[in-house]
T-cell receptor
Framework: TQLLEQSPQFLSIQEGENLTVYCNSSSVFSSLQWYRQEPGEGPVLLVT?????EVKKLKRLTFQFGDARKDSSLHITAAQPGDTGLYLC?????????FGAGTRLTVKP | NAGVTQTPKFRILKIGQSMTLQCTQD?????MYWYRQDPGMGLKLIYY???????DKGEVPNGYNVSRSTTEDFPLRLELAAPSQTSVYFC???????????FGPGTRLTVL
């Protein structure tokens, strides 16, 4: 059983479409991170959200932390082929982090 | 500044063989981690270290050992390889903020 559940598991869309992926947990986290991983590489940190209800924007990506700090969403506007990758959410513990299984996004030109 | 480097990139082992996965970071980070990534399962923490000489178990430590004799190096040892250890292994490091982790490129290990 995953501590962090991500949905959908797979998503394939056309260039220019909008999308939202989700990260849900029954646990409260002090912070939550979103990483992107491309094939053959390690994950790269996109953003950290800390405060319940917080919204952060990174160009066309919008990240939101739930009010209860148990869930988060990532919204991409006008997706581009360069957004293709595995999007992982992670929650921080005392000395470690727990990762979700990820959403594998494919953006077709 | 190379960040986190891992060797080898690929390896095939026979059941029962042993090997060491190497990880080095040049960012003077205190925290280092070993994860394994299985298809559809995300990243699972194997071991971590909060500084030289200190290591601790993560979620899935069985079948692995680590050491941290220097700040830079955090090798992962597999003593008796089993097919269940077929996976992609990632090493990561972080400074004072454990939520900002820098990952290496990974080692793809197959045990036959």
């Amino acid at each position: 059983t995953q501590l962090l559940e991500q949905s959908p598991q797979f998503l394939s869309i056309q260039e220019g479409e909008n999308l939202t992926v989700y990260c849900n947990s029954s646990s409260v986290f002090s912070s939550l991170q979103w990483y992107r991983q491309e094939p053959g590489e390690g994950p790269v940190l996109l953003v950290t959200v800390v405060t319940g209800g917080e919204v952060k924007k990174l160009k066309r990506l919008t990240f939101q932390f739930g009010d209860a700090r148990k869930d988060s969403s990532l919204h991409i506007t006008a997706a581009q082929p360069g957004d293709t990758g595995l999007y992982l959410c992670a929650g921080a513990g005392n000395n470690d982090m727990r990762f979700g299984a990820g959403t594998r996004l494919t953006v077709k030109p | 500044n190379a960040g986190v480097t891992q060797t080898p990139k690929f390896r095939i082992l026979k059941i029962g063989q042993s090997m060491t996965l190497q990880c080095t970071q040049d960012m003077n980070h205190n925290y280092m981690y070993w994860y394994r990534q299985d298809p559809g399962m995300g990243l699972k923490l194997i071991y971590y270290s909060v500084g030289a000489g200190i290591t601790d178990k993560g979620e899935v430590p069985n079948g692995y050992n680590v050491s941290r004799s220097t700040t830079e190096d955090f090798p992962l040892r597999l003593e008796l390889a089993a097919p269940s250890q077929t996976s992609v292994y990632f090493c990561a490091s972080s400074g004072g903020d454990i939520t900002t982790q820098y990952f290496g490129p990974g080692t793809r290990l197959t045990v036959l």
